[in-house]
């Protein structure tokens, strides 16, 4: 018997840490899961079509996707494998944007409502214009190529990023804060479109606008892209607004390293273009931005706060990193 004691006091603690090692979620597992959770949920109260039981198996296969490559990192020791690192990184970040793209189906059956008239109400009330109508005597080939110019380089500011940190960097604090505060306004944004739906100035409106756009290479790639991929009700917040912000403060944050402390300013100028482009195209009202600059501010914030509360409790606990190494 006392022959036996050492070897179950070793053994005990090599299981306590095996499970906080393999243990425990990092915030962009709760994001994520959340949301999809959330999302599934939306659509088991939607309307029950002859759609219905398809758009559930496909949220539940998002959802199902993004649970299997967390429980391969957290939970089994396949985690410390770059290809299952890889697998995680897609597993994260593939079904959020997937369920974007379901959105135009979604969404009106989520909720059919359209919130246009409150929204350009609250818009008068509050701040006694709307920038979408008072900019309409400023169309021009000109003003028009400009801003749908920049609302189309909205894709080039995000992937410019995204691929870059999300698969590539091992830096975990750096990681960590982008992904965190990305997911965080995409999933909370995402959730928002589903209480407040709109289709925007554009859609809802088109009566009180007297100059039409002019067809240009810019506008007609915008309208494309719209058209062939939009979700049509996605208009509160504007994550056009902010998304383009959120990497602006976070390259602002970073700018004492490269490559930040050089494209820190280009950044905010494509953004500061591209807010103003979401209006002038008519697509978002001037309270659509304003939420979208809130959502981008708060995750701004937030995001550090939470990486570095991460990262400090997996050093104290001994426990693997917040993001799997590429």
């Not at 005597?137 to 691929?163: D, K, N």
């Not at 996605?234 to 970073?254: E, G, K, M, Q, Y």
């Not at 659509?288 to 550090?304: E, K, Q, R, S």
Request: charged share 15%.
């Amino acid at each position: 018997m006392p022959a036996t004691t050492p070897a179950l006091s070793q053994a005990e603690p090599a299981k306590v840490e095996q499970g906080l090692r393999y243990g425990h979620f990092a915030p962009q597992d709760w994001i994520v899961l959340g949301y999809l959770s959330v999302l599934l949920l939306a659509v088991l109260q939607g309307q029950r079509d002859v759609r219905f039981l398809r758009h559930l198996c496909e949220v539940f296969g998002l959802l199902a996707s993004a649970a299997l490559g967390i429980f391969l990192v957290r939970l089994t020791p396949l985690g410390e494998h770059r290809v299952i690192s890889f697998v995680y990184r897609v597993a994260i970040y593939l079904p959020v944007q997937s369920s974007y793209f379901m959105f135009r189906d979604l969404l009106p059956r989520i909720n059919p409502r359209a919130l246009d008239a409150e929204l350009y109400a609250l818009d008068l009330k509050l701040f006694g214009v709307e920038p979408a109508v008072a900019w309409d005597r400023f169309v021009t080939p000109l003003t028009t190529e400009w801003f749908a110019f920049f609302y189309f380089s909205y894709f080039f500011v995000i992937i410019a990023h995204l691929i870059p940190l999300l698969f590539t960097s091992r830096e975990q604090r750096l990681v960590g804060e982008f992904t965190t505060g990305v997911l965080g306004v995409v999933c909370v944004g995402h959730t928002i479109y589903m209480l407040v739906p709109g289709f925007g100035p554009y859609r809802a409106m088109p009566q009180v606008f007297s100059h039409p756009f002019p067809k240009g290479l810019w506008l007609d790639m915008v309208m494309e892209a719209v058209n062939s991929g939009g979700a049509m009700k996605d208009i509160f917040p504007s994550l056009h607004t902010a998304l383009p912000t959120f990497i602006t403060l976070f390259a602002f944050r970073h700018r004492a390293r490269p490559p930040f402390r050089y494209t820190w300013p280009v950044i905010g100028f494509f953004t500061c273009n591209i807010i103003v482009a979401t209006m002038f195209l008519r697509w978002h009202y001037l309270i659509d931005v304003i939420a979208g600059l809130a959502l981008a501010t708060l995750c701004g914030w937030l995001a550090p706060v939470l990486v570095d509360r991460e990262l400090r409790k997996r050093r104290q606990l001994g426990i693997g990193p917040m993001w799997p190494m590429p």
